[in-house]
């Protein structure tokens, strides 16, 4: 089954950098378009970025500019750099494929927290 895994969260300093990993198994990997979402405590769960078969990108407004994400399909890994981070990017970050037909699978979440 599709197995998504984070890794890479931690703590880090306002203005600092850190990268995130998703190691993917159960599909296909290259078939299929990746994310990265985050979920602050008490918020909703929200788009961050998505990356396609190919390499088209979007990202939401708040990290446009500060994040990069990327994939390796012959590591079956998506990233997600993060740059200048702000603790307003304080939250849980999950990896998700998106399978079609409105499904999505999901990783576990890795804790990313931006604090002086």
């Known amino acids: 089954q599709v197995r998504l895994v984070e890794s890479g969260g931690g703590l880090v300093q306002p203005g600092g950098s850190l990268t995130l990993s998703c190691a993917a198994s159960g599909i296909i990997f290259s078939a299929y378009e990746m994310g990265w979402y985050r979920q602050a405590p008490g918020k909703q769960r929200e788009l961050v970025a998505t990356?396609?078969?190919?390499?088209?990108?979007n990202y939401a407004a708040s990290v446009k500019g500060r994040f990069t994400i990327s994939r390796d399909n012959a590591k079956n890994t998506v990233y997600l750099q993060m740059n200048s981070l702000k603790p307003d990017d304080t939250a849980v970050y999950f990896c998700?494929?998106?399978?079609?037909?409105?499904?999505?699978?999901w990783g576990q979440g890795t804790q990313v927290t931006v604090s002086s």
């Open positions: 998700s494929a998106n399978l079609g037909d409105f499904v999505r699978s």
């Open positions: 990356i396609n078969t190919g390499i088209s990108t």
